[in-house]
């Protein structure tokens, strides 16, 4: 896999009440990624991003909410959202700045 691609994967990690209860239960991360991605990409990605072993992908395609603006109906973006299980005894610190190597 192309590194370019790997680092365009990963758009953000999720930070909420529910990602923290899954992070504390069952070791998993969420992130937001691309559209396209599959799970051996994003697999890929946190690995070369974090420095982790990750055990499995589980992934979300979310739907758009409808929003009204006045009169006038928009949509928001469909998405999709990537729960990364890492290896037991494996840690992944989100305040830290990623370790890429050029």
């Known amino acids: 896999m192309n590194q370019e691609r790997l680092l365009q994967v990963i758009l953000a990690p999720i930070v909420s009440e529910k990602s923290t209860l899954v992070a504390e239960k069952n070791q998993q991360v969420a992130f ?3 559209t396209d991605a599959t ?3 994003i697999k890929a990605a946190v690995e070369l991003l974090f420095n982790v072993k990750v055990e499995g992908v589980s ?4 739907k758009g909410k409808t929003k009204r603006f006045g009169r006038f109906v928009g949509r928001r973006k469909d ?5 990364v299980s890492l290896v037991p005894g494996q840690e992944l610190d989100l305040t830290a ?3 890429v190597a050029e």
């Open 39 to 41: 799970k051996p990409e």
């Open 79 to 83: 998405w999709k959202k990537a729960y």
């Open 32 to 34: 937001r990624v691309a």
């Open 97 to 99: 700045t990623p370790a």
């Open 59 to 62: 992934t979300v395609n979310v």
